[in-house]
């Protein structure tokens, strides 16, 4: 298939009247995705993301991710959350990136490289009929030190594990993770609204995390499985979050609680994790699904 290679400078809003578009999800991690190989975007997409994120009066999404051309990869993607902020990376996104990279010919081969706002990523497809079904991305080596999340619950030079946090009567114990971005895994005996819907956000825009954080709330129920719920930053509750299961998979095996190797059972799907002992690397396999496309008008 034939591709034509735009700039990766999108040209002026006033320019672009109708966006070609694909939703698509991973473990119902849901998002917009538009492609910047063949059509013009705008410059305002920050704007775009919370126009085409909308439930109601857009196409509905957490979020939209942008494909890209790329100088070092197959392709580069840019992540905006529903309420227009960039995000470093996603776990779930990227390998949806990988389906549309692979099924639309920009680069019709069994592995891909992506690159991504916390570095270039490589990634190994399952084709199923000719179309990606499930993909499993190397997230690269955690990130631990206080510095390096950031966070300022510890001193720049600490790791964050079982730090106790306060938050409305709430005892809670936090270990936190980058993986590329800020996550905060906080291991509970169940994972409520109350402290998903109640105390997720706060925990999310408290000022110890200057970059805000993701928040994952999350049962154990095996050495070797776990269920997750995720507060996620920009978005809200998400169905599914892949840097915040591979933080999860990290945070298990900092506080002794699991195996290096998990399944992941979370509320749109399952995934599974490997955090590897020898290269120290995090492994994640999930599906990567094509939910519809179509057009938006975006004036």
């Known amino acids: 298939m034939s591709r034509t290679q735009y ?171 980058s993986m590329g971005n800020p996550h905060c895994v906080i291991f509970v005996p169940e994972a409520t609204d109350e402290l998903v819907l109640g105390i997720g956000p706060l925990i999310e825009k408290d000022e110890r995390f200057p970059k805000r954080t993701n928040v994952e709330f999350v049962e154990v129920l095996a050495s070797g499985e776990v269920r997750q719920r995720t507060w996620e930053r920009g978005s809200g509750e998400t169905w599914a979050c892949g840097t915040g299961a591979s933080a999860v998979c990290v945070a298990g095996v900092l506080t002794g609680r699991t195996d290096r190797k998990i399944l992941n059972h979370l509320t749109g799907g399952d995934l599974m994790l490997h955090w590897d002992e020898a290269s120290g690397h995090v492994f994640m396999t999930g599906p990567a699904v094509e939910v519809f496309t179509g057009n938006y008008n975006y004036k």
């Open 7 to 177: 700039e990766t400078d999108p040209v002026a809003e006033d320019d672009v009247t109708e966006i070609k578009f694909t939703k698509m999800h991973g473990a119902g991690n849901d998002y917009v995705y538009v492609d910047g190989f063949t059509q013009k975007l705008p410059s305002d997409l920050e704007q775009l993301a919370i126009a085409m994120s909308h439930r109601r009066f857009g196409v509905g999404g957490d979020g939209i991710i942008a494909i890209l051309p790329s100088d070092h990869a197959d392709a580069r993607m840019r992540m905006f959350n529903a309420d227009g902020s960039e995000s470093e990376m996603c776990g779930n996104g990227i390998r949806c990136v990988a389906k549309y990279v692979h099924d639309s010919g920009i680069a019709r081969k069994p592995s891909l490289a992506i690159e991504t706002g916390a570095g270039v990523l490589k990634l190994e497809l399952q084709v199923q009929n000719g179309n990606v079904d499930q993909v499993t991305v190397d997230m690269g080596k955690p990130r631990l030190l206080a510095a390096e999340i950031p966070t300022t619950l510890e001193s720049a030079d600490q790791q964050v594990v079982n730090h106790k946090l306060e938050y409305k009567g709430h005892t809670l114990f936090g270990t936190c993770v």
